[in-house]
């Protein structure tokens, strides 16, 4: 396992990463959509064209810690900024309807100019990974693992700052 340091980390809103098996995609994204506080953005790139673009999108098109992650072929690439209506939307639209798991590539989640979650390649265990703390706690997360909703794989190792 990888050991990281805390400046390789330092795009993250915590140290306390980890690294999830999706097991139950839409009541995750649900579940996060819930917790996060307003504010807050979140990208979902893949093959939406299927869908009407929402007014709800931003003209945003990327941020410091929210890309687009596919060069080609070029897909859809939506930004949420979360507010009460941003959330309803996707919690009783969006999240059940755009096919989650097949048809979104990736997310990213971004609050503060922190990422706060990171998901690519189809929900692929490799390559989904939240940051525990003041926005979504590690109780939370236990939570939903003793729901059969993730498993939690591993906490992301950091390399300790003694020098004895």
Not at 16 to 34: C, H, S, T
Not at 141 to 164: D, M, P, R, Y
């Amino acid at each position: 396992m990888k050991i990281y340091t805390e400046k390789e980390l330092s795009h993250w809103q915590s140290t306390e990463i980890f690294r999830l098996d999706i097991k139950k995609a839409e009541e995750f994204i649900i579940e996060l959509v819930l917790n996060l506080p307003n504010n807050s953005l979140i990208s979902f790139e893949g093959e939406m064209s299927a869908f009407r673009k929402p007014n709800l999108v931003t003209t945003i098109e990327k941020t410091q810690n929210i890309r687009r992650n596919t060069i080609a072929p070029i897909l859809d690439f939506w930004i949420f900024r979360l507010n009460n209506e941003t959330k309803n939307y996707l919690i009783n639209d969006f999240v059940n309807s755009i096919g989650i798991r097949d048809n979104v590539i990736h997310i990213s989640v971004e609050h503060d100019a922190k990422l706060t979650f990171n998901s690519n390649d189809n929900f692929h265990p490799e390559a989904v990974f939240i940051s525990c703390g003041k926005l979504i706690s590690y109780q939370r997360i236990k939570q939903l693992e003793k729901n059969g909703v993730i498993h939690i794989i591993e906490k992301l190792k950091i390399a300790s700052n003694n020098h004895n």
